[in-house]
């Protein structure tokens, strides 16, 4: 059984830094995109970045000069390092990774989430 597994949030205050990781563990052959979205009170979850296999990263316009995601393909982990932290990066923030597995003697590609980090920033 494939999952992802989130940690690094917390409470922090504005201008500060946070570093979140993720960690995928499985029966996993193959992890091609991974990425960040976060999702605030009362608003819907949105896309903050991705990153591919081979590191191509893409960034919402919102965090883009303050936020960087990596990853280490040998660990089956995704980073997001964020930084100049402020009250609007606080929500929940959750790791997504496109994954295939071995099942039965077949290979197979879902699409997972992880249950979550609650990041609060205050001002």
């Known amino acids: 059984q494939v999952q992802l597994v989130e940690s690094g949030g917390d409470l922090v205050q504005a201008g500060g830094s946070l570093r979140l990781s993720c960690a995928a563990s499985?029966?996993?052959?193959?992890?091609?995109?991974m990425g960040w979205y976060r999702q605030a009170p009362g608003k819907q979850r949105e896309l903050v970045a991705t990153?591919?296999?081979?590191?191509?990263?893409n960034y919402a316009d919102s965090v883009k000069g303050r936020f960087s995601i990596s990853r280490d393909n040998a660990k089956n982990t995704v980073y997001l390092q964020m930084s100049s932290l402020t009250a609007e990066d606080t929500a929940v923030y959750y790791c997504?990774?496109?994954?295939?597995?071995?099942?039965?003697?077949?290979?197979?590609?879902?699409?997972?989430w992880g249950q979550g980090t609650q990041v609060t920033v205050s001002s």
């Open positions: 997504n990774a496109e994954i295939s597995y071995r099942q039965y003697g077949l290979s197979r590609t879902n699409n997972y």
């Open positions: 499985g029966n996993i052959v193959r992890i091609t995109a």
């Open positions: 990153i591919t296999s081979g590191g191509t990263t």
